[in-house]
């Protein structure tokens, strides 16, 4: 379903572009995690002159950033319907690339069900297959290694 028709719903004050977004929060996020914020804004590709005029930053605002217990960060996440180019097109996979490239830091893609979430991490070279997990009590640099 696409992000901008789906029903938005408020949580804690938060919120939510979505259900799905709402679920994964009150299953995986609240009470769980040290800190969290929701829909931060990161510059992926800076404002650039041109001639005499400017070409915008490019941004991309992941659902959630997860912070561990010293304000680390330990996810980024975006919520998904899947991983198929239906459900992610390929804007929106470039936003990944870019981010990764920039703050060298993986975007986690993420399919929630109501106990478990499936997670994958795209465009690695050799593929990386989704993980079902019950919890983010793991860490995304050990998946993929480093």
Same mark, same amino acid.
Do not use: C
């Given at each position: 379903? !696409?992000?901008?028709?789906?029903? /938005? ?20 996020? /609240?009470?769980?995690v040290?800190?969290?914020? $929701? ?11 041109? #001639? ?14 997860? $912070?561990?217990e010293?304000?680390?960060? !330990?996810?980024?996440?975006?919520? /998904?319907? #899947? ?27 993420v399919?929630?069900?109501? /106990? ?12 990386? !297959? ?5 919890s ?6 050990d998946?993929?290694?480093?």
């Amino acid at each position: 379903m !696409d992000k901008h028709f789906a029903q /938005k719903i408020t949580i804690d004050e938060i919120r939510f572009d979505s259900k799905r977004e709402a679920m994964f929060y009150q299953h995986f996020v /609240k009470g769980k995690v040290a800190r969290f914020t $929701y829909h931060p804004k990161f510059v992926i590709d800076e404002q650039f002159r041109l #001639g005499g005029r400017k070409v915008k930053a490019k941004t991309y605002v992941p659902d959630f950033l997860i $912070y561990d217990e010293e304000d680390n960060w !330990d996810h980024v996440i975006d919520i /998904k319907t #899947g991983f198929s180019f239906k459900a992610i097109d390929s804007g929106t996979r470039d936003k990944f690339r870019l981010f990764e490239k920039f703050y060298n830091f993986p975007v986690e893609i993420v399919v929630p069900s109501t /106990k478990t979430f499936r997670v994958k991490i795209l465009g690695l070279v050799g593929g990386f !297959d989704d993980i079902r997990m019950s919890s983010l009590d793991y860490s995304v640099r050990d998946l993929i290694g480093g």
